[in-house]
C-alpha cells in the first residue's frame, strides 16, 4: 500500500505537506513511503508494524530526529545508507526487522558505527563506550542497496539481500579500510601504510585477527584525533613501555 498525500495532511492534521512536523502511521499495511520526499520539516515519523523495506525517500527528511520502524521487512542493513545524511536523526528503532539477522552485537555495532549521532537505538540509550566499539565491531556502509528491475517493480538484489550483507565483495571493503586507515594517518602526519603490509586482499586469504587488529588500530587513530597534548604524552608512554617489553620478551626467547 502506498502512503498517499491526502492520507497525511489528514493524520498530521496539516495544510500542506511542508507543513508536516510528527506522523504516526503504526500498523497501515504500508510498502510505499515515497511521499516523504516531500516532507522537508517531519521530525518524527512512526512507520512501525508495516511492510517498508526500501528507506530511500527519507533521505530528504533532513530535519528527522526520530524515526520508528519496529517490524517492517527491512531485509539488509545497507539500508541505513540513507539515513546517513539526515544530522538531527537522535532516536531509530528498527528492532524485529530481517536486517537485525542472529547475532545482536554485529547489528547494533554496525548500526552505531554508520549512525554515531544516536542517542537511542532500539528504545536502548546509546553510551560512549558503544560508539568506540561500534569502530572496531561494525561494518562501515559505503554504498546504497543494489537493485534490479523486475516485471512488477524494484526488488533488492540476492548479493544484498542477506541479514547484515554489504554491498562490496570483500577485497574491495579491504581496499577502502586501507584508503581509510592512511587517510587517517596523514592527518596525523604519519606514514601511510603500504598496501601489501596491510592485510591480504584476496578473500580466501584474509585473517580473522589481522582484520580485527586493523579496526582496532584505525579506531585508536580515530580516538587520537580526540585526545589533547596530555592526553597524548600518556598514549606515548603506554606505547614506550609496551615496545621495551616486548623486545625483552623476544630477547629472551633468543
Known amino acids: ?20 512536523r510528527r506522523l504516526n502511521c503504526w500498523g497501515s499495511h504500508l ?16 512507520f512501525s508494524v508495516n511492510s517498508i523495506s526500501d528507506l530511500e525517500p527519507l533521505m530528504q527528511c533532513q530535519n528527522l530526529s526520530e524515526l520508528y520502524l519496529r517490524k517492517n521487512n527491512i531485509t539488509s542493513l545497507n539500508e541505513l545508507f540513507y539515513l546517513k545524511g539526515l ?34 537505538l532500539d528504545n536502548q540509550a546509546v553510551t560512549e563506550e558503544e560508539l568506540s566499539q561500534a569502530l572496531v565491531d ?12 523486475m516485471e512488477n517493480g524494484w526488488a533488492e538484489s540476492t548479493e544484498s539481500s542477506a541479514a547484515g550483507s554489504t554491498v562490496e565483495p570483500e577485497s574491495e571493503l579491504l581496499s577502502s579500510r586501507l584508503e581509510e586507515t592512511n587517510k587517517i594517518r596523514e592527518e596525523l602526519d604519519m ?58 620478551k623476544e630477547l629472551q626467547e633468543e
Open 138 to 149: 561494525g561494518v562501515e556502509i559505503t554504498a546504497p542497496p543494489a537493485r534490479r528491475s
Open 31 to 46: 510498502t510505499d513511503i515515497s511521499i516523504c520526499r516531500d516532507l522537508p520539516n517531519i521530525e518524527v515519523i512512526t
Open 87 to 120: 544530522p538531527q536523526l537522535r532516536v531509530l528503532w528498527l528492532a524485529e526487522n530481517p536486517c537485525c539477522g542472529q547475532d545482536p552485537h554485529r547489528y547494533r555495532m554496525t548500526v552505531l558505527r554508520n549512525l554515531p549521532g544516536l542517542q537511542k
Open 1 to 20: 500500500m502506498r502512503l498517499s498525500r491526502v492520507a497525511v495532511l489528514r493524520q498530521a492534521k496539516a495544510a500542506a505537506l511542508d507543513g508536516v
Open 191 to 248: 606514514k601511510p601504510v603500504p598496501r601489501d603490509k596491510y592485510s591480504s586482499f584476496s578473500p580466501r586469504e584474509t585473517d580473522c585477527n589481522r582484520k580485527k587488529r586493523n579496526n582496532v588500530l584505525n579506531a585508536i587513530l580515530l580516538l587520537m584525533k580526540e585526545l589533547d597534548m596530555e592526553g597524548l604524552e600518556t598514549i606515548q608512554q603506554t606505547v614506550v613501555r609496551r615496545l621495551q617489553a616486548f623486545q625483552k
